[in-house]
T-cell receptor, first 110, second 113 residues
Framework: EDQVTQSPEALRLQEGESSSLNCSYT??????LFWYRQDPGKGPEFLFTLYSAGEEKEKERLKATLTKKESFLHITAPKPEDSATYLC???????????FGTGTRLLVSP | ETGVTQSPTHLIKTRGQQVTLRCSSQ?????VSWYQQALGQGPQFIFQ???????GRGNFPPRFSGLQFPNYSSELNVNALELDDSALYLC????????????FGAGTRLSVL
Protein backbone atom coordinates (compact mmCIF):
# COMPACT_ATOMS: atom_id res chain seq x y z
CA GLU A 1 0.00 0.00 0.00
CA ASP A 2 1.21 3.50 -0.86
CA GLN A 3 2.60 5.44 2.10
CA VAL A 4 3.83 9.00 2.57
CA THR A 5 5.70 10.23 5.64
CA GLN A 6 6.54 13.90 6.16
CA SER A 7 9.05 15.38 8.57
CA PRO A 8 9.30 17.37 10.66
CA GLU A 9 5.69 17.65 11.84
CA ALA A 10 6.27 21.30 12.68
CA LEU A 11 9.05 23.75 11.92
CA ARG A 12 9.63 27.23 13.27
CA LEU A 13 12.01 29.51 11.37
CA GLN A 14 13.15 33.08 11.64
CA GLU A 15 12.60 35.23 8.59
CA GLY A 16 15.51 34.62 6.21
CA GLU A 17 16.50 31.28 7.81
CA SER A 18 16.55 28.68 5.02
CA SER A 19 15.53 25.05 5.65
CA SER A 20 14.15 21.90 4.03
CA LEU A 21 11.04 19.77 4.47
CA ASN A 22 11.20 16.03 3.82
CA CYS A 23 8.72 13.67 2.20
CA SER A 24 9.52 9.94 2.17
CA TYR A 25 7.31 7.69 0.08
CA THR A 26 6.59 4.08 -0.74
CA UNK A 27 4.66 3.45 -3.93
CA UNK A 28 4.41 0.54 -6.35
CA UNK A 29 4.89 2.70 -9.42
CA UNK A 30 5.21 6.49 -9.17
CA UNK A 31 3.01 8.52 -11.50
CA UNK A 32 3.77 11.79 -9.83
CA LEU A 33 4.75 13.38 -6.52
CA PHE A 34 2.85 16.52 -5.63
CA TRP A 35 3.47 19.39 -3.22
CA TYR A 36 0.59 21.49 -1.98
CA ARG A 37 0.37 24.43 0.41
CA GLN A 38 -2.61 24.67 2.76
CA ASP A 39 -3.58 27.73 4.79
CA PRO A 40 -5.84 27.28 7.86
CA GLY A 41 -9.45 26.56 6.93
CA LYS A 42 -8.71 26.47 3.19
CA GLY A 43 -8.19 23.84 0.54
CA PRO A 44 -4.75 22.73 -0.61
CA GLU A 45 -3.10 24.96 -3.22
CA PHE A 46 -1.02 23.21 -5.90
CA LEU A 47 2.70 24.05 -5.91
CA PHE A 48 4.70 21.43 -7.86
CA THR A 49 4.57 18.04 -9.46
CA LEU A 50 7.65 15.87 -10.02
CA TYR A 51 7.76 12.66 -12.03
CA SER A 52 11.25 11.19 -12.07
CA ALA A 53 14.33 11.00 -9.85
CA GLY A 54 16.65 13.94 -10.35
CA GLU A 55 13.88 16.30 -11.37
CA GLU A 56 13.79 19.76 -9.77
CA LYS A 57 11.27 22.60 -9.92
CA GLU A 58 11.39 26.13 -8.51
CA LYS A 59 8.88 28.82 -7.70
CA GLU A 60 9.94 32.01 -5.95
CA ARG A 61 11.56 30.95 -2.64
CA LEU A 62 10.58 27.27 -3.02
CA LYS A 63 12.47 24.48 -4.74
CA ALA A 64 11.29 20.86 -4.91
CA THR A 65 13.59 17.92 -5.63
CA LEU A 66 12.93 14.20 -6.10
CA THR A 67 14.89 10.98 -5.52
CA LYS A 68 13.69 7.38 -5.79
CA LYS A 69 12.67 7.33 -2.13
CA GLU A 70 12.03 10.91 -1.06
CA SER A 71 11.38 14.49 -2.01
CA PHE A 72 12.58 17.70 -0.43
CA LEU A 73 10.97 21.11 -0.40
CA HIS A 74 13.70 23.67 0.11
CA ILE A 75 12.68 27.10 1.38
CA THR A 76 15.24 29.84 0.81
CA ALA A 77 15.12 33.04 2.87
CA PRO A 78 11.50 32.47 3.97
CA LYS A 79 9.10 35.29 4.77
CA PRO A 80 6.22 35.29 7.27
CA GLU A 81 3.75 34.85 4.39
CA ASP A 82 5.30 31.43 3.72
CA SER A 83 3.75 30.22 6.99
CA ALA A 84 1.36 27.37 6.14
CA THR A 85 1.06 23.60 6.18
CA TYR A 86 2.92 21.94 3.31
CA LEU A 87 1.45 18.66 2.09
CA CYS A 88 3.15 16.00 0.01
CA UNK A 89 1.17 13.44 -2.00
CA UNK A 90 1.91 10.60 -4.41
CA UNK A 91 -0.08 9.08 -7.24
CA UNK A 92 0.65 5.52 -8.27
CA UNK A 93 0.14 3.67 -11.53
CA UNK A 94 -3.47 2.99 -10.67
CA UNK A 95 -6.09 5.67 -11.13
CA UNK A 96 -5.84 9.31 -10.12
CA UNK A 97 -6.11 8.89 -6.36
CA UNK A 98 -3.63 10.95 -4.32
CA UNK A 99 -2.16 9.56 -1.10
CA PHE A 100 -1.19 12.39 1.25
CA GLY A 101 1.18 12.69 4.17
CA THR A 102 0.10 14.46 7.35
CA GLY A 103 1.96 17.63 6.39
CA THR A 104 4.60 19.92 7.89
CA ARG A 105 3.33 23.02 9.70
CA LEU A 106 5.73 25.85 8.95
CA LEU A 107 5.79 29.05 11.00
CA VAL A 108 8.08 31.89 9.90
CA SER A 109 8.57 34.64 12.47
CA PRO A 110 9.58 38.19 11.51
CA GLU B 1 -8.28 30.92 -7.20
CA THR B 2 -8.76 27.44 -8.66
CA GLY B 3 -12.26 27.78 -10.09
CA VAL B 4 -13.47 24.86 -7.94
CA THR B 5 -16.34 25.98 -5.74
CA GLN B 6 -17.91 24.07 -2.87
CA SER B 7 -21.10 24.66 -0.91
CA PRO B 8 -21.98 25.11 1.80
CA THR B 9 -18.91 26.50 3.57
CA HIS B 10 -19.94 25.24 6.97
CA LEU B 11 -22.56 22.77 8.11
CA ILE B 12 -23.73 21.50 11.49
CA LYS B 13 -25.67 18.24 11.71
CA THR B 14 -26.64 15.81 14.44
CA ARG B 15 -25.76 12.15 14.62
CA GLY B 16 -27.95 9.96 12.40
CA GLN B 17 -28.84 12.72 9.95
CA GLN B 18 -27.99 12.80 6.25
CA VAL B 19 -25.99 15.50 4.44
CA THR B 20 -25.33 16.52 0.83
CA LEU B 21 -22.26 18.52 -0.14
CA ARG B 22 -21.84 20.13 -3.55
CA CYS B 23 -18.93 20.87 -5.84
CA SER B 24 -18.62 22.77 -9.09
CA SER B 25 -15.58 21.74 -11.13
CA GLN B 26 -13.12 24.00 -12.87
CA UNK B 27 -14.04 24.67 -16.48
CA UNK B 28 -12.71 21.94 -18.80
CA UNK B 29 -12.20 19.39 -16.02
CA UNK B 30 -14.13 16.12 -16.35
CA UNK B 31 -12.85 14.26 -13.29
CA VAL B 32 -13.78 15.04 -9.70
CA SER B 33 -12.37 13.51 -6.52
CA TRP B 34 -13.57 13.84 -2.94
CA TYR B 35 -11.36 13.79 0.14
CA GLN B 36 -11.98 13.87 3.89
CA GLN B 37 -9.52 15.81 6.04
CA ALA B 38 -9.66 15.38 9.81
CA LEU B 39 -8.06 18.03 11.99
CA GLY B 40 -4.26 17.81 11.88
CA GLN B 41 -4.28 15.08 9.21
CA GLY B 42 -3.71 14.93 5.49
CA PRO B 43 -6.66 14.52 3.12
CA GLN B 44 -7.93 10.94 2.70
CA PHE B 45 -9.37 9.79 -0.63
CA ILE B 46 -13.09 8.95 -0.56
CA PHE B 47 -13.89 8.35 -4.26
CA GLN B 48 -13.50 9.70 -7.76
CA UNK B 49 -15.95 10.26 -10.63
CA UNK B 50 -15.22 10.38 -14.32
CA UNK B 51 -17.95 10.86 -16.92
CA UNK B 52 -20.64 10.34 -14.28
CA UNK B 53 -19.26 6.93 -13.21
CA UNK B 54 -17.45 6.08 -9.97
CA UNK B 55 -13.84 5.51 -10.99
CA GLY B 56 -12.28 4.35 -7.73
CA ARG B 57 -13.04 4.32 -4.03
CA GLY B 58 -11.03 4.58 -0.81
CA ASN B 59 -11.69 2.84 2.51
CA PHE B 60 -15.00 4.49 3.25
CA PRO B 61 -18.29 2.67 4.00
CA PRO B 62 -21.23 2.58 1.55
CA ARG B 63 -23.05 5.30 3.48
CA PHE B 64 -20.65 7.66 1.65
CA SER B 65 -22.00 7.97 -1.88
CA GLY B 66 -21.66 10.40 -4.74
CA LEU B 67 -22.93 11.65 -8.04
CA GLN B 68 -21.44 13.46 -11.00
CA PHE B 69 -23.69 15.38 -13.37
CA PRO B 70 -23.35 15.97 -17.15
CA ASN B 71 -21.88 19.42 -16.48
CA TYR B 72 -19.21 17.65 -14.32
CA SER B 73 -20.47 19.15 -11.06
CA SER B 74 -20.69 16.66 -8.22
CA GLU B 75 -22.35 15.78 -4.93
CA LEU B 76 -21.14 13.89 -1.90
CA ASN B 77 -23.87 12.30 0.23
CA VAL B 78 -23.31 10.90 3.68
CA ASN B 79 -26.09 8.93 5.43
CA ALA B 80 -26.43 8.04 9.10
CA LEU B 81 -23.88 10.61 10.22
CA GLU B 82 -21.48 9.65 12.99
CA LEU B 83 -19.46 11.92 15.27
CA ASP B 84 -16.24 10.82 13.50
CA ASP B 85 -17.58 12.20 10.22
CA SER B 86 -16.77 15.69 11.51
CA ALA B 87 -14.06 16.94 9.14
CA LEU B 88 -13.22 19.23 6.23
CA TYR B 89 -14.56 17.71 2.99
CA LEU B 90 -12.55 18.66 -0.07
CA CYS B 91 -13.46 18.40 -3.70
CA UNK B 92 -10.76 18.39 -6.39
CA UNK B 93 -11.21 18.57 -10.14
CA UNK B 94 -8.74 17.57 -12.81
CA UNK B 95 -8.58 17.13 -16.56
CA UNK B 96 -8.23 13.63 -17.99
CA UNK B 97 -4.80 13.21 -19.52
CA UNK B 98 -1.76 15.45 -19.33
CA UNK B 99 -0.38 15.96 -15.84
CA UNK B 100 -3.77 15.23 -14.19
CA UNK B 101 -3.12 17.87 -11.55
CA UNK B 102 -5.93 18.00 -8.99
CA UNK B 103 -7.10 21.47 -8.04
CA PHE B 104 -8.94 21.77 -4.76
CA GLY B 105 -11.85 23.85 -3.60
CA ALA B 106 -11.92 25.59 -0.22
CA GLY B 107 -13.85 22.73 1.33
CA THR B 108 -16.96 22.25 3.45
CA ARG B 109 -16.47 22.11 7.21
CA LEU B 110 -18.93 19.53 8.61
CA SER B 111 -19.56 19.30 12.33
CA VAL B 112 -21.60 16.37 13.65
CA LEU B 113 -23.01 16.84 17.16
Amino acid sequence: EDQVTQSPEALRLQEGESSSLNCSYTVSGLRGLFWYRQDPGKGPEFLFTLYSAGEEKEKERLKATLTKKESFLHITAPKPEDSATYLCAVRDTGFQKLVFGTGTRLLVSP
Amino acid sequence: ETGVTQSPTHLIKTRGQQVTLRCSSQSGHNTVSWYQQALGQGPQFIFQYYREEENGRGNFPPRFSGLQFPNYSSELNVNALELDDSALYLCASSPRGGENIQYFGAGTRLSVL
